[in-house]
């Protein structure tokens, strides 16, 4: 067993940045380009924008939020006790913030872009959806990295799987728990009210 010094006890809010399409489009990319760019140990243009976009969150949020880590097609972030996290309007203009940096370096890719296969010009349909939950974490060191690790964290992934894209017609959106809201003090007098159910 590891020492208990190696595991913090924290509480506060988690965030995930969550870049919808990625998945479907990469796979695509690799369909179009498996007889050229790959074969020719060259790759895509589409991986260079992926990077770009997971860099413009990761500057745009941390700080004042702690990066947990980059997660395939999504930025796992956290705040501590110590970290100047804003809430109320100031956290909603920093989402915001983080959504503008998003679509600026999307548009600057498009303007650049050379590949004009039908995977790679579907960039501009990638999308980004957040997620805001707030409680009590464990960070402790596992295989030589910082993970998190408890119920809230746990809770936080889930809220990704969620119907808010429907209820909002699709495209971008931040899905807030009540306990984030409650704790941040972030306004929901315009939020669409929501309840997810998930097993256990």
């Known amino acids: 067993m590891a020492p208990t010094s190696q595991r913090t006890a924290a509480e506060g809010p988690l965030l995930l940045?969550?870049?919808?399409?990625?998945t479907s489009?990469?796979?695509?990319?690799?369909?179009?380009?498996?007889?050229?760019?790959?074969?020719?140990?060259?790759?895509?243009?589409?991986?260079?924008l992926m990077s770009s976009l997971l860099d413009g969150i990761v500057e745009t949020v941390v700080p004042p939020f702690t990066?947990?880590?980059?997660?395939?097609?999504?930025?796992?972030?956290?705040?501590?006790a110590a970290d100047a996290v804003p809430t109320g309007e100031a956290l909603l203009d920093l989402?915001?913030?983080?959504?503008?940096?998003?679509?600026?370096?999307?548009?600057?890719?498009?303007?650049i872009w050379t590949c004009?296969?039908?995977?790679?010009?579907r960039a501009n349909t990638l999308d980004l959806k957040f997620v805001l939950h707030a409680g009590r974490y464990v960070l402790q060191e596992i295989a030589g990295s910082?993970?998190?690790?408890?119920?809230d964290v746990v809770m936080a992934h889930r809220l990704l799987k969620n119907s808010a894209?429907?209820?909002?017609?699709?495209?971008?959106?931040?899905?807030?728990?009540?306990?984030?809201?409650?704790?941040?003090d972030v306004p929901v007098t315009d939020a669409v009210p929501m309840t997810e159910t998930y097993e256990h």
Not at 17 to 22: R, V
Not at 67 to 80: N, P
Not at 116 to 121: E, H
Request: net charge negative; hydrophobic share 45%.
């Open 116 to 121: 004009s296969c039908n995977a790679c010009v």
């Open 146 to 151: 910082r993970e998190l690790s408890g119920p």
């Open 165 to 184: 894209g429907d209820a909002m017609g699709g495209g971008a959106y931040l899905l807030l728990s009540a306990a984030a809201a409650n704790r941040l």
């Open 17 to 22: 940045a969550d870049i919808s399409g990625y």
């Open 67 to 80: 990066l947990a880590k980059i997660e395939g097609d999504a930025v796992f972030a956290f705040g501590a």
């Open 95 to 111: 989402v915001r913030a983080c959504y503008a940096e998003f679509e600026s370096r999307r548009a600057q890719a498009g303007a």
């Open 25 to 48: 489009f990469l796979q695509d990319v690799e369909v179009q380009h498996r007889d050229d760019a790959f074969a020719d140990g060259n790759i895509p243009e589409a991986y260079g």
